[in-house]
């Protein structure tokens, strides 16, 4: 078999008759071997490159968690803070609530004090009106009196 290999200077002067010996297998088979070659060579650069690449983003996501977390100690923070804030804003109210009816009722308090006292002053007015009366009525009965002596006086003085 070693006897029918082709010889160099055969090989260079590529007839045809060596390709029917050998046939179209042999020549497609050392295409195939160049192409497989060259595919595998091009998967292990874009195998290298997606290694790098996982690389990069498998630091790019470990950084984006850390910072993720770093946000949510934070917010949780903030919230605690608002919660606190709330929570005495809601303790000032109801003080300011408290303060608020205290004087409500003192009010209330005083309106029904002042109201008794105007009624009592009312009462009072009406009364010290009618003794007014009683008085201007007994003095005007008193002037009628003095101008009817008066006028009798003259009489018996005239006389």
């Not at 290694?51 to 983003?57: A, D, G, Q, T």
């Not at 630091?59 to 850390?66: A, E, P, R």
């Amino acid at each position: 078999m070693i006897s029918q290999l082709p010889t160099a200077s055969a090989l260079v002067n590529l007839n045809w008759e060596i390709l029917g010996q050998w046939g179209f297998g042999v020549l497609f088979f050392v295409a195939f071997m160049f192409l497989l070659k060259w595919v595998l060579k091009q998967q292990e650069g874009i195998l290298k490159s997606a290694e790098e690449e996982r690389k990069s983003w498998y630091t790019v996501m470990s950084h984006f968690s850390d910072e993720l977390e770093k946000h949510t100690i934070s917010a949780r923070e903030y919230h605690n803070q608002v919660a606190e804030a709330h929570r005495y804003q809601r303790e000032e109210h109801k003080d300011m609530i408290g303060v608020l009816l205290s004087i409500k009722n003192g009010i209330e308090t005083s309106q029904t004090s002042l109201s008794t006292a105007v009624e009592g002053f009312k009462d009072s007015h009406a009364c010290r009106s009618k003794e007014n009366n009683t008085i201007i009525e007994s003095t005007q009965r008193l002037m009628a009196n003095c101008i009817e002596c008066s006028k009798q006086l003259i009489k018996l003085n005239g006389k």
